[in-house]
């Protein structure tokens, strides 16, 4: 069965330092999205892209954040300039089309930020 | 606002007991809902969806849940809880720009 996948699925790095997490959607997906975890909280909504584009962000996805489809199968989440704060896991989601379609979830990355 | 309420941030049954997971929506329109398991340190895996129709949904390992509109609820239940059932539970809907809108997640322990 196809699945997301994504990498690394641990990264550990240094406040003020920029992480790139990288995803693998499902080939026929069109919708990707990242959200957080942050250690015992709810998983959170970042971002949505579509056609190329973010179709939709949350008010945690700040000028710090920015996402990319560079080669037509990968998504990636830069953080540029990373804070304590950002220290949470990551997941990568794509859905194939429409609202009541399944969003698939990736593994997760966990990001530590000392 | 579009939200997920869900009742009780852990449970804990017994082995062989019924298992009962509360969640609630708040929309005039009744969304698509979701359930979703988390076992520790792994990612999150669909249970069951409701989009239309049959509004008692069955879903993997033995879970299913009723959407009942006049109470604006998705509760998720399984006859016999097993100890592999231990996970964090999130309920979710559909929202707008087709995001997911997660509730905050229910732990649950089954105990021997």
């Known amino acids: 069965e196809p699945e997301v996948t994504q990498t690394p699925s641990h990264q550990v790095t240094q406040m003020g330092q920029e992480v790139i997490l990288r995803c693998v959607p499902i080939s026929n997906h069109l919708y990707f999205y990242w959200y957080r975890q942050i250690l015992g909280q709810k998983v959170e909504f970042l971002v949505s892209f579509y056609n190329n584009e973010i179709s939709e962000k949350s008010e945690i996805f700040d000028d710090q954040f920015s996402v990319e489809r560079p080669d037509g199968s990968n998504f990636t989440l830069k953080i540029r300039s990373t804070k304590l704060e950002d220290s949470a896991m990551y997941f990568c989601?794509?859905?194939?089309?429409?609202?009541?379609?399944?969003?698939?979830f990736g593994p997760g990355t966990r990001l530590l930020v000392l | 606002a579009q939200s997920v309420t869900q009742l009780g941030s852990h449970v804990s049954v017994s082995e062989g007991a019924l298992v009962l997971l509360r969640c609630n929506y708040s929309s005039s329109v009744p969304p698509y809902l979701f359930w979703y398991v988390q076992y520790p340190n792994q990612g999150l895996q669909l249970l069951l969806k409701y989009t239309t129709g049959a509004t008692l949904v069955k879903g993997i390992n033995g879970f299913e849940a009723e959407f009942k509109k006049s109470e604006t609820s998705f509760h998720l239940t399984k006859p016999s809880a097993h100890m592999s059932d231990a996970a964090e539970y999130f309920c979710?809907?559909?929202?707008?720009?087709?995001?997911?809108?997660f509730g905050a997640g229910t732990r649950l322990f089954v105990k021997a």
């Open positions: 989601a794509s859905r194939e089309s429409g609202l009541q379609e399944t969003q698939y």
């Open positions: 979710a809907r559909g929202a707008g720009g087709f995001k997911t809108i």
